[in-house]
């Protein structure tokens, strides 16, 4: 189960780049830690749970989010969306966002997006009974999109999204130990 962490690091960044189809992100990374989580699942309880593969709806709802925050180049997520309207100021645009709310809109989209993927772990969670791994996904992810800057690239596939893939993977990992 530890490959969880380079597997899904990888995946999470291939369907980040360019030219590539988010699905590798989506369906990839959810498919892998229920594959994983039922083959484990099986050797602890010597019977493998469906309940493993309600992981990939929820990876995949969680994915497909998006943390885009709106400015003059971009309309944003729809996530990024609402939490520009509930944190902006009086009369303020996407294009004349201040750095300010652009800083706390990002910090919320990000930090809803780390809640949504730690809680698509729950059925991993409840198989091995240890719940830090959702605990773990949600403060990894938010931290490491707190520190890394966006613009790092290892070729073509940008270093954020392999830490947050690989922050999920291992907390994936925490929760089915």
Same mark, same amino acid.
């Given at each position: 189960?530890?490959?969880? #962490?380079?597997?899904?690091?990888?995946?999470?960044?291939?369907?980040?780049?360019?030219?590539?189809?988010?699905?590798?992100?989506?369906?990839?990374?959810?498919?892998?830690?229920?594959?994983?989580?039922?083959?484990?699942?099986?050797?602890?309880?010597?019977?493998?749970?469906?309940? #493993?593969?309600?992981? =990939?709806? *929820? =990876?995949?709802?969680?994915?497909?989010?998006?943390?885009?925050?709106?400015?003059?180049?971009?309309?944003?997520?729809? =996530?990024?969306? =609402?939490?520009?309207?509930?944190?902006?100021?009086?009369?303020?645009?996407?294009?004349?966002?201040?750095?300010?709310?652009?800083?706390?809109?990002?910090?919320? #989209?990000?930090?809803?997006?780390?809640?949504?993927?730690?809680?698509?772990?729950?059925?991993?969670? #409840?198989?091995?009974?240890?719940? *830090?791994?959702?605990?773990?996904?949600?403060?990894?992810?938010?931290?490491?999109?707190?520190?890394?800057?966006?613009?790092?690239?290892?070729?073509?596939?940008?270093?954020?999204?392999?830490?947050?893939?690989?922050?999920?993977?291992?907390?994936?990992?925490?929760?089915?130990?």
């Amino acid at each position: 189960m530890l490959t969880a #962490v380079p597997v899904c690091g990888c995946l999470w960044a291939y369907g980040g780049a360019d030219g590539t189809s988010k699905l590798w992100r989506r369906i990839g990374c959810g498919a892998y830690l229920s594959l994983m989580g039922y083959i484990i699942a099986g050797m602890m309880v010597s019977w493998p749970t469906w309940q #493993v593969w309600a992981v =990939l709806p *929820l =990876l995949w709802i969680a994915s497909s989010m998006g943390w885009g925050v709106p400015d003059s180049s971009d309309d944003g997520s729809p =996530l990024g969306r =609402l939490w520009f309207k509930i944190l902006k100021r009086k009369n303020e645009t996407r294009f004349n966002m201040s750095e300010d709310t652009h800083r706390r809109v990002n910090i919320a #989209v990000r930090s809803s997006c780390a809640s949504l993927y730690s809680l698509s772990l729950i059925p991993l969670m #409840v198989i091995g009974n240890w719940w *830090l791994g959702g605990v773990f996904t949600f403060f990894s992810v938010v931290l490491v999109t707190a520190i890394i800057k966006t613009d790092h690239m290892i070729g073509k596939y940008n270093l954020e999204e392999f830490f947050v893939g690989a922050c999920i993977g291992f907390g994936a990992y925490l929760s089915i130990l």
